[in-house]
T-cell receptor, first 112, second 112 residues
Framework: IAGITQAPTSQILAAGRRMTLRCTQDMRHNAMYWYRQDLGLGLRLIHYSNTAGTTGKGEVPDGYSVSRANTDDFPLTLASAVPSQTSVYFC???????????FGQGTRLTVV | KQEVTQIPAALSVPEGENLVLNCSFTDSAIYNLQWFRQDPGKGLTSLLLIQSSQREQTSGRLNASLDKSSGRSTLYIAASQPGDSATYLCALRETSGSRLTFGEGTQLTVNP
């Protein structure tokens, strides 16, 4: 059982480039989330989806977009990367919006 | 706005010691509270989930308590081991939204 798979594991990206971080879960969870983790700021929610076909904005959504075409996949897109988007990105899922959450291993993104 | 505080930020103990990690929060309107462990450069591993109607949960050497009225949760680790060294994070699932709100964590070092 893989759980949550994120790709790539790490990436160095030139500012202004477009990038999609991939997240796939095999637990048939309805809810999925994207967080970023920064030293001194902790984990902050970027976007979430309570069920396939719906998405919502979290605490820090600017510069990011998501889609939820099916239950398993929840990609996060940076349309035009900026250095302030350098961070570690975590995808998470839960069966419903108020149950135990599980996290992927993260994507370390550096925007230069 | 929910605020989650974890004190101390760092803790160093000798192997075999029992220890308590603290988590305090400002808004008691929560579905549940979840404790996670994060190893350096890794994702978050779920340790314990306490529903808002529960007072405590136990898993092996770990015991988590929840007191909504005082806005506090504790994670008790019995007979600590060097392998327990990690950062421990608490997170609240608020009833007002879909997100988990995280504390900044306690970095635990267990010395052999």
């Amino acid at each position: 059982i893989a759980g949550i798979t994120q790709a790539p594991t790490s990436q160095i990206l030139a500012a202004g480039r477009r990038m999609t971080l991939r997240c796939t879960q095999d637990m048939r969870h309805n809810a999925m989330y994207w967080y970023r983790q920064d030293l001194g700021l902790g984990l902050r929610l970027i976007h979430y989806s309570n069920t396939a076909g719906t998405t919502g904005k979290g605490e820090v959504p600017d510069g990011y977009s998501v889609s939820r075409a099916n239950t398993d996949d929840f990609p996060l897109t940076l349309a035009s990367a900026v250095p302030s988007q350098t961070s570690v990105y975590f995808c998470a899922s839960s069966l419903t919006y108020n149950t135990e959450a599980f996290f992927g291993q993260g994507t370390r993104l550096t925007v230069v | 706005k929910q605020e989650v505080t974890q004190i101390p930020a760092a803790l160093s103990v000798p192997e075999g010691e029992n220890l308590v990690l603290n988590c305090s929060f400002t808004d008691s309107a929560i579905y549940n509270l979840q404790w996670f462990r994060q190893d350096p450069g890794k994702g978050l591993t779920s340790l314990l989930l306490i529903q808002s109607s529960q007072r405590e949960q136990t898993s092996g050497r770990l015991n988590a308590s929840l007191d909504k009225s005082s806005g506090r949760s504790t994670l008790y680790i019995a007979a600590s081991q060097p392998g327990d060294s990690a950062t421990y994070l608490c997170a609240l699932r608020e009833t007002s939204g879909s997100r988990l709100t995280f504390g900044e964590g306690t970095q635990l070092t267990v010395n052999p």
